[in-house]
């Protein structure tokens, strides 16, 4: 039981650090949306032009060029702060549990399941497949965390 305990320990210090990068990119990123967001659809189109011109059903590009030109500045606004509040609100608890701070894991908890809720919610009306899958993951590291925080209560 033991070796399953690091197991998980292992794996949640992992996951807690790639919450931390991903803390990092969204602070990063919500901040160049506001800055550069108008930018995005220019970028998109230069990215995807060449491909259009040599396939001009090319899926994957239209996607891309169509979901650009619907990025509206309101959703550009929504998107920079949620990934802005959402990245600072991680680093803040990836921090505070790399501290030890006891208290740290049930508000993750907490906080991360609000999240979740959220998302969840998101999902259902905009049927996202991308915040589908940061659901999935972000479930995963509640029980994580959850599991952790019960092996540091037995550790006391």
């Known amino acids: ?42 970028e998109v189109y230069a990215f995807t032009n060449y491909e259009l011109t040599e396939h001009h059903n090319d899926f994957i590009a239209m996607y891309f060029l169509k979901s650009a ?44 399941g609000a999240f979740l809720i959220y998302q969840i919610v998101r999902v259902y009306h905009n049927h996202s497949t991308g915040l589908a899958v940061i659901s999935v993951v972000d479930v995963f590291m509640i029980v994580l965390t959850w599991l952790e925080y019960n092996r540091l209560q037995k550790i006391k």
């Open 1 to 42: 039981m033991k070796r399953v305990w690091s197991y998980i320990h292992q794996l949640f210090l992992a996951l807690i650090t790639a919450k931390a990068f991903n803390g990092t990119v969204e602070v990063v990123g919500g901040i160049l949306m506001l800055l550069y967001g108008r930018a995005v659809e220019l």
């Open 69 to 112: 030109r619907n990025f509206s500045i309101s959703a550009q606004h929504f998107v920079a702060f949620y990934l802005l509040f959402h990245g600072i609100i991680n680093l803040l608890m990836v921090f505070l549990i790399y501290k030890k701070k006891i208290f740290a894991y049930p508000l993750s908890i907490f906080l991360f």
